[in-house]
């Protein structure tokens, strides 16, 4: 383990690199002004970049947890939490998305603390069919809650944000919380605590013999993550107008998870780059859709055994090929 992960605690915080705020700066660009410019009298395709935004705003939580060298397949599960609070807040008691956004993530947050110490302590695939049953545990936990959530039928017509109506109004408000988000996740990888994370991923045991509280910061990623999740879920709830229990399944947990082998486990904007690129791709052969969890599955193998370091490793290696400095 490399002595940069040995954290001195009165060392002051990492800054995040220049390269990335210039990335931020590109994608922003690119998401706020070129796809407004090129797109914004094409409602469809502004929805399906809307989707392809927040999922990757999802996936981006669990690459957080693949940080700790955890395989999170519980995404859909906080998705869940977060858009049945959103929808209760705003039909039950008349609370508006913009307060109930970041109590939906709050929400999804605490829960993710509460599951988490428990099953945190698990590793491998131990940890992953744990999560992996989070999903459907949550949906049934919804279908079950009676008339708190519908009992089993849709909550709808739940409340669009104030301001917010057309497909290019959702788009611009998905593409400036998932800006925020991979703003968020690339200042935690570059401060003490991404190096925190880091460690643990390369040997828990040894992290925890430097004095690494392990089980705090396990906690603590995957709390991000459930925020994220659980914000992710808020959006969903308001820009489709209802939810129901079976808005999300273990298949959109799982669909989570390969967005963020397919751009890349080591890079913060692999779960973004694989999102779009399925997300799109699906659009685009409108005629597979029926075959997604195939094609998914297919993609999950073929990543693993051709490209187990994501699409953005290929572009790494093409540059160091070529002399340049990435």
Same mark, same amino acid.
């Given at each position: 383990m490399s002595g940069s992960y040995v954290i001195a605690p009165g060392s002051p915080p990492a800054r995040t690199p220049l390269r990335h705020v210039a990335a931020a700066a590109a994608i922003g660009l690119l998401l706020l002004l070129a796809v407004p410019l090129a797109l914004g009298r094409a409602p469809y395709w502004l929805d399906v970049l809307t989707n392809a935004c927040i999922l990757s705003f999802a996936s981006?939580?669990?690459?957080?947890?693949?940080?700790?060298?955890?395989?999170?397949?519980?995404?859909?599960?906080?998705?869940?939490?977060?858009?049945?609070?959103?929808?209760?807040?705003?039909?039950?008691?008349?609370?508006?998305?913009?307060?109930? $956004?970041?109590?939906?993530?709050?929400?999804?947050?605490?829960?993710?603390?509460?599951?988490?110490?428990?099953? $945190?302590? $698990?590793?491998?695939?131990?940890?992953?069919?744990?999560?992996?049953? $989070?999903?459907?545990?949550?949906?049934?936990?919804?279908?079950?809650?009676?008339?708190?959530?519908?009992?089993g039928t849709d909550i709808v017509n739940i409340p669009t944000p104030a301001g917010i109506g057309s497909p290019l109004a959702f788009y611009l408000l998905a593409a400036v919380l998932l800006l925020l988000g991979l703003l968020a996740v690339w200042r935690l990888d570059a401060s003490r605590l991404g190096a925190v994370f880091r460690a643990m991923r390369q040997n828990e045991d040894l992290a925890a013999s430097i004095g690494i509280d392990v089980a705090r910061y396990r906690v603590i990623a995957f709390a991000v993550a459930s925020a994220m999740g659980g914000a992710a879920g808020s959006f969903f709830a308001v820009f489709h107008q209802n939810i129901f229990p079976a808005s999300y399944t273990i298949q959109d947990s799982v669909n989570v998870m390969l967005y963020c082998f397919l751009g890349g486990l080591d890079f913060v904007l692999g779960p973004i780059v694989g999102a779009f690129l399925l997300v799109i791709a699906l659009e685009l052969l409108t005629a597979l859709q029926q075959y997604q969890a195939l094609l998914y599955g297919v993609l999950m193998i073929a990543a693993m055994l051709f490209l187990p370091n994501g699409l953005l490793r290929l572009r790494l290696a093409r540059l160091r090929r070529g002399g340049e400095t990435p």
């Amino acid at each position: 383990m490399s002595g940069s992960y040995v954290i001195a605690p009165g060392s002051p915080p990492a800054r995040t690199p220049l390269r990335h705020v210039a990335a931020a700066a590109a994608i922003g660009l690119l998401l706020l002004l070129a796809v407004p410019l090129a797109l914004g009298r094409a409602p469809y395709w502004l929805d399906v970049l809307t989707n392809a935004c927040i999922l990757s705003f999802a996936s981006l939580g669990v690459w957080v947890t693949f940080a700790i060298g955890r395989i999170n397949i519980a995404q859909g599960a906080f998705a869940m939490i977060g858009g049945y609070t959103t929808a209760i807040l705003a039909t039950r008691f008349g609370i508006g998305f913009w307060f109930g $956004l970041p109590v939906s993530a709050a929400v999804a947050a605490v829960a993710g603390i509460l599951l988490g110490l428990p099953i $945190l302590r $698990l590793r491998g695939v131990y940890f992953a069919m744990i999560t992996l049953s $989070l999903t459907e545990a949550v949906r049934l936990a919804f279908l079950s809650l009676g008339a708190a959530t519908g009992g089993g039928t849709d909550i709808v017509n739940i409340p669009t944000p104030a301001g917010i109506g057309s497909p290019l109004a959702f788009y611009l408000l998905a593409a400036v919380l998932l800006l925020l988000g991979l703003l968020a996740v690339w200042r935690l990888d570059a401060s003490r605590l991404g190096a925190v994370f880091r460690a643990m991923r390369q040997n828990e045991d040894l992290a925890a013999s430097i004095g690494i509280d392990v089980a705090r910061y396990r906690v603590i990623a995957f709390a991000v993550a459930s925020a994220m999740g659980g914000a992710a879920g808020s959006f969903f709830a308001v820009f489709h107008q209802n939810i129901f229990p079976a808005s999300y399944t273990i298949q959109d947990s799982v669909n989570v998870m390969l967005y963020c082998f397919l751009g890349g486990l080591d890079f913060v904007l692999g779960p973004i780059v694989g999102a779009f690129l399925l997300v799109i791709a699906l659009e685009l052969l409108t005629a597979l859709q029926q075959y997604q969890a195939l094609l998914y599955g297919v993609l999950m193998i073929a990543a693993m055994l051709f490209l187990p370091n994501g699409l953005l490793r290929l572009r790494l290696a093409r540059l160091r090929r070529g002399g340049e400095t990435p």
